[in-house]
C-alpha cells in the first residue's frame, strides 16, 4: 500500500519473521539507498515509497483494475457464503452419530427395552398382583384418616368463620373472605363429594355400616 509504515508495523506485516529492530536497520539502509523516504515525526519515523520512483498509471488501466477488483470482490462474497454454508453442513455431519455409534445406541435401547419389559410387563403377562391385599388394604385405611381430618377441620373453619363473621353483613362476610385469600370448595369438589367413594363415608368421615 503505498503510504507510510513505521517499522513496527512492517514487521507485524511480516508475522515477526523479522524482528522490529532488524527490520529498521533494512529500512533505513533501503532509504540511504533512495528506495525508499524517511520521514520523521518527532521520535517517531515512518517510511514511504520513493513516489519519484512510481510511474503513473493510466486512466484506462486503473479503471481495469478497478473492475478487477469488484469481480473478485463479488467471487469472494460469493465463495465465503458457500464456506459458511458448507462449514454448517460440516458441524451438522460433526454432530451425527457414525454408524458404529448409532449400532451402540441402538443395542443400548434395546438392551433398556428388555429391562423394561421384564420389570413392568412380565408380571402383567403372568397374572401377579402389582399390589398386594395388604397395600391396598393400608390404602383404604389412609384414605379414611386423612378424610376424617379434613373433614374435621372444615367443621372447625365453618363453626369459627360464622361465629366471626355472624354480625356482618353476606356482602361484607364474601368481601372479608376475598380478601384474606380464603378458598372454598369448587364445583368439581362438590362433584367429588358426591362420587361413591365419599358417599360411602358418614359426614363424620367413617364408614357406613
Known amino acids: 500500500m503505498n503510504r507510510p509504515f513505521g517499522a513496527v508495523d512492517v514487521s507485524a506485516n511480516l508475522k515477526g519473521a523479522v524482528p522490529k529492530t532488524a527490520t529498521q536497520k533494512i529500512l533505513v539502509a533501503l532509504a540511504e539507498k533512495k528506495e525508499v523516504?524517511?520521514?520523521?515525526?518527532?521520535?517517531?519515523?515512518?517510511?514511504?515509497?520513493?513516489?519519484?520512483?512510481?510511474?503513473?498509471?493510466?486512466?484506462?488501466?486503473?479503471?481495469?483494475?478497478e473492475t478487477e477488483y469488484k469481480a473478485i470482490e463479488e467471487?469472494?462474497?460469493?465463495?465465503?457464503?458457500?464456506?459458511?454454508?458448507?462449514?454448517?453442513?460440516?458441524?451438522?455431519?460433526?454432530?451425527?452419530?457414525?454408524?458404529?455409534?448409532?449400532?451402540t445406541l441402538i443395542d443400548e435401547v434395546a438392551a433398556a427395552v428388555r429391562i423394561q419389559s421384564y420389570r413392568h410387563l412380565e408380571p402383567l403377562r403372568s397374572g401377579t398382583p402389582l399390589v398386594s391385599a395388604a397395600e391396598i388394604a393400608q390404602l383404604d385405611a389412609d384414605?379414611?384418616?386423612?378424610?376424617?381430618?379434613?373433614?374435621?377441620?372444615r367443621k372447625i373453619f365453618k363453626d369459627f368463620w360464622d361465629l366471626a363473621t355472624d354480625a356482618l353483613p353476606r356482602q361484607d362476610a364474601t368481601n372479608l373472605a376475598e380478601d384474606l385469600g380464603i378458598e372454598y370448595d369448587a364445583d368439581e369438589h362438590a362433584v367429588l363429594e358426591r362420587n361413591s367413594l365419599c358417599t360411602s363415608l358418614g359426614a363424620n368421615g367413617k364408614a357406613k355400616k
Open 143 to 153: 384414605w379414611v384418616k386423612w378424610r376424617m381430618e379434613w373433614v374435621r377441620r
Open 37 to 65: 523516504v524517511q520521514k520523521s515525526y518527532g521520535k517517531t519515523t515512518f517510511f514511504v515509497a520513493n513516489q519519484a520512483n512510481l510511474g503513473e498509471l493510466p486512466a484506462e488501466k486503473l479503471s481495469a483494475l
Open 75 to 103: 467471487e469472494n462474497t460469493a465463495l465465503a457464503a458457500e464456506v459458511k454454508v458448507a462449514s454448517a453442513e460440516l458441524a451438522k455431519l460433526k454432530s451425527t452419530p457414525t454408524d458404529a455409534e448409532l449400532a
